[in-house]
């Protein structure tokens, strides 16, 4: 995987896209806690649409994290954002 420090594709300012329907967000937050027994810890605070009040799920599960981050992904409506990522040669 590679960590572009600006994705090309989709732009909220490009004319272009200005047809598209607006989707949510979603956030996560990860830290350890040593004195914990798993330790780890995460908090996921997210959007479905653009005006709705936050939500935020805290855990200590990764697989819940993932869990999260699926069931808002097949609750956005409208096709997906166009994002194309740059290959490194």
Do not use: C
């Not at 896209?17 to 040593?34: A, C, D, F, K, Q």
């Not at 798993?38 to 605070?45: E, K, M, P």
């Amino acid at each position: 995987m590679t960590h572009d420090a600006k994705l090309s594709g989709r732009s909220d300012q490009d004319p272009a896209n200005s047809e598209r329907l607006p989707m949510g967000t979603l956030v996560i937050g990860t830290w350890n806690e040593p004195n914990q027994k798993s330790g780890f810890r995460a908090r996921i605070t997210y959007i479905q649409h653009p005006g709705d009040q936050p939500t935020t799920v805290s855990t200590a599960d990764p697989e819940e994290v993932i869990s999260v981050v699926r069931q808002w992904l097949l609750t956005q409506s409208g096709p997906p954002p166009e994002v194309q990522t740059r290959r490194q040669p």
